[in-house]
């Protein structure tokens, strides 16, 4: 399972204690808190298309193995 919050972390940028760089435009803060409103007030497009992915991925897993059910009319074949 992919992780939805992976690109953000991966965005957030940390050269001091105090001192965070936002990944995806270099904007600066001196707080955690204040990148991540940051992230929600600017970069929500950019976050939300990761969890719309990764949910698509999800359905579409769902879906094969439901598929792959009914192929076998709800049997487990075992492969020789």
């Known amino acids: 399972m992919r992780d939805i ?10 050269h001091r204690p105090s ?3 936002c990944g995806f435009c270099g904007k600066s803060f001196y707080e ?3 990148l991540e409103l940051h992230f929600d007030n ?6 939300n298309m990761v969890r719309i992915e990764n949910n698509f991925v999800k ?13 076998t009319g709800g049997r487990r ?4």
């Open 5 to 14: 919050f992976g690109p953000q972390q991966a965005a957030k940028q940390q």
């Open 19 to 21: 001192q965070w760089t």
């Open 32 to 34: 955690e808190k204040y």
């Open 42 to 47: 600017r970069h929500k497009s950019l976050i």
């Open 59 to 71: 359905i579409i897993g769902l879906l094969i193995g439901f598929n792959f059910f009914l192929l």
């Open 77 to 80: 074949r075992i492969l020789s």
